[in-house]
C-alpha cells in the first residue's frame, strides 16, 4: 500500500512543488491500484489539485488546522502491514509499518546569510523529515550536493536523486500563436530576490525588447518600477495555464531565467521543450538540466546578457541553440520520474 499526503495542495495554490505532486498522482491513479491520499478540505483551492480526479473512496480526510501548525504534525494511518508513507512536504508517519520517503526539492533557505524565525523553523521541520525518512530523494546532483553539505548527519546510501519532468502539453508548434510576442522577453515564475527580476528590468530597459511576466499578480511596488524602468513594455500574464504558458513560449524571443539558485528549474525545460532558447544564470541546478552553456551567463552582468541576445540575433546561431535545447529536453518527463519513483517505493516494500 502507498499512502500519499497531500499537505502541499493546502499550503499554496500553486507552484512547482504542487506539479511536480499532481504529475506523481496522475500516473499512480492509471498504475496502482492501492493509494491513499491523506487531504485535507482546503486542497480543493489549489489550482493542481482541481485537475485530478480522485476517488473519494481513496481520500482519508483530515481537518487543517492553522497551515504552520498542521507541518508540526505527524499523519496518523492504521495497518499492520508495511506501506510507503510519501509526504508532498516534509511530513512523516510514526507508524513502525511506514516506510518513510521524502523528496527535496531545494535548500532555499539556507542560501540567505539571516534566517527569519518562519525560515528557521520551516528548515528544522525539513531536517527533521529528512532524518527520520528511509529513502529521501532530490530532484537534482546539485540538491543532493546540498542536502549532504546542510545535513551531514543523513546516510548517503538513502538519497536517490530522480529528475523533475515536463509537461507534455509542453511542446513545439507549426506555427506563432502571438506574432506580436515576437519581440518580447519572457519571465516566469516567483520575483523573490534571489530570482534576480530587478536584474533581468535593468537588462532590458536599454534594449528594444519589451517583458510579459507569467506568474502571481503584480505587486503595487513591482507596478510603479516597471513604469519607471520599462513603461508601455510590459505585461503580466497571472497563472496561465500550462496550454497558454506553451503558447507564449512559442512565441517569444526567449525566455530569461537569471535566477541564482534552484533546486531543478522546471521552467528552463518547459522552455526548451516548446523551442525556446534560455538565457539563465550558470549557477546551481541549471548547469546540470540545460544542456548547451551556449547562452549561460557566469555572472549577473548586463553585457553578459547582452552578448547572449547578440547571440539569439544571429539566425543561424538561435536555430543551433533551438535544436541543442529540444535535443535536451527529451530527457525529462514527468511519466519517468514518476515510473522512477514506483521503482524506488517497489524496492523499499521488498527490503
Known amino acids: 500500500m502507498i499512502i500519499l499526503d497531500n499537505i502541499i495542495f493546502s499550503l499554496q495554490r500553486a507552484g512547482g512543488i504542487s506539479v511536480f505532486w499532481q504529475q506523481l498522482i496522475s500516473y499512480l491513479l492509471s498504475t496502482y491500484d492501492d493509494v491513499r491520499y491523506i487531504e485535507h478540505p482546503s486542497a480543493s483551492d489549489n489550482i493542481f489539485r482541481k485537475e485530478l480526479a480522485l476517488p473519494s473512496s481513496r481520500i482519508i480526510t483530515r481537518p487543517l488546522y492553522h497551515k504552520l501548525i498542521s507541518q508540526f504534525l505527524h499523519p496518523k494511518v492504521s495497518s499492520k502491514e508495511k506501506f510507503i508513507f510519501h509526504s508532498s512536504f516534509f511530513r512523516t508517519c510514526r507508524n513502525p509499518k511506514a516506510i518513510n520517503v521524502t523528496t527535496v526539492h531545494d535548500f532555499i533557505y539556507q542560501q540567505s546569510s539571516k534566517m527569519s524565525l518562519r525560515q528557521r523553523i520551516r528548515t528544522g521541520l525539513n531536517t527533521r523529515a529528512i532524518t527520520e525518512s528511509d529513502a529521501v530523494v532530490c530532484v537534482s546532483e546539485n540538491t543532493k550536493h546540498d542536502l549532504l ?173 533551438v535544436s541543442k535545447g529540444l535535443d535536451n529536453s527529451k530527457r525529462f518527463s514527468w511519466e519517468r520520474m514518476a515510473r522512477e519513483y514506483v521503482n524506488l517505493y517497489d524496492t523499499l516494500l521488498v527490503k
Open 149 to 321: 553539505t546542510y545535513v551531514p548527519q543523513v546516510n548517503p546510501d538513502i538519497v536517490h536523486v530522480i529528475h523533475n519532468g515536463v509537461a507534455d502539453s509542453f511542446r513545439k508548434l507549426d506555427h506563432t500563436p502571438y506574432p506580436e510576442l515576437a519581440d518580447h522577453i519572457l519571465y516566469v515564475g516567483g520575483r523573490q530576490s534571489y530570482k534576480n527580476f530587478s536584474f533581468l528590468l535593468e537588462c532590458i530597459r536599454d534594449t528594444r525588447f519589451s517583458l510579459i511576466i507569467c506568474g502571481s499578480a503584480l505587486t503595487d511596488d513591482e507596478i510603479s518600477r516597471l513604469n519607471r524602468e520599462i513603461p508601455g513594455r510590459y505585461r503580466c500574464v497571472t497563472y496561465p495555464t500550462n496550454d497558454e504558458l506553451n503558447m507564449i513560449y512559442n512565441s517569444v524571443f526567449a525566455l530569461a531565467y537569471p535566477s541564482s539558485y534552484e533546486g531543478f528549474g522546471i521552467p528552463v525545460i518547459e522552455a526548451q521543450r516548446c523551442g525556446c532558447p534560455v538565457i539563465a544564470l550558470n549557477a546551481s541546478s541549471i548547469p546540470e538540466i540545460i544542456g548547451d552553456k551556449t547562452l549561460l551567463m557566469n555572472n549577473l552582468s548586463q553585457q553578459e546578457f547582452s552578448d547572449k541576445i547578440d547571440i539569439l540575433l544571429n539566425n543561424s546561431l538561435k536555430s543551433d541553440v
